[in-house]
């Protein structure tokens, strides 16, 4: 049988207690991880949501001023034809 001399046991004692403590730190470092993961994912669906919006709302536009320049091509086309039939 092996003796255990108290030096091992205070050792053994401050082992733990820095295991201890670097378990906590590595938890709570996780802990701070996945909860900025959580953020940044929250941000990227924000983002992307505002991406769709803005794609959506730029195809509005673009229809919207291709109709009006449509408009404008008309008129200019049937206010030439009036002048040319006046001629």
Sequence with gaps: ????????????????????KRLSAALAEAASATDQLKASNMEFFELR??????????AYLKAAVEGLDEQVRFRHLTHRIDELNNE
């Design 49 to 58: 949501e505002r991406l769709a919006y803005s794609a959506t709302e730029r």
């Design 1 to 20: 049988m092996t003796d255990i001399h108290p030096q091992d046991i205070i050792k053994a004692s401050s082992l733990n207690i820095l295991l201890q």
